[in-house]
């Protein structure tokens, strides 16, 4: 019993990479996993079209990111790499292009004021 669960352990942890893998090396699966990425950020992503694979190369087209502070539009990103590189601590970018890039930052008033004192008595 106990080798029985080990086993099912053992192939649920594998499958879970294996999975990504193949998410990644598929186009369908590549921009399924961008969409998601982008729906989970703290801000407004949005992309028009992706093209490619997130194993090797990727291609995105209108691009907009925007925040409260900042807002970012990209007409064509493009970008080769190597993914595998990272097993090995490298981040390989083999070329990155983009094109019609207009990024558009807003001045913040904070009104917050803090309760920190910093010229308080530390007491221990």
Known sequence: MKKRTLLISLMLVLLIPVGLIGLMNSTI???????????????????????????????????????????????????????SRLLFGTLKIIDITVNDLDISLTETTSTDQSSFDLNAELRL
């Open 29 to 83: 699966g590549s921009r399924w996993l961008l969409q998601s990425i982008f729906s989970s950020l703290p801000a407004q992503a949005s992309v028009k079209t992706i093209d490619g694979r997130l194993l090797d190369h990727i291609t995105l087209s209108d691009l907009h990111y925007q925040s409260d502070t900042e807002t970012v539009a990209i007409k064509k990103l493009e970008l080769v790499w190597q993914p």
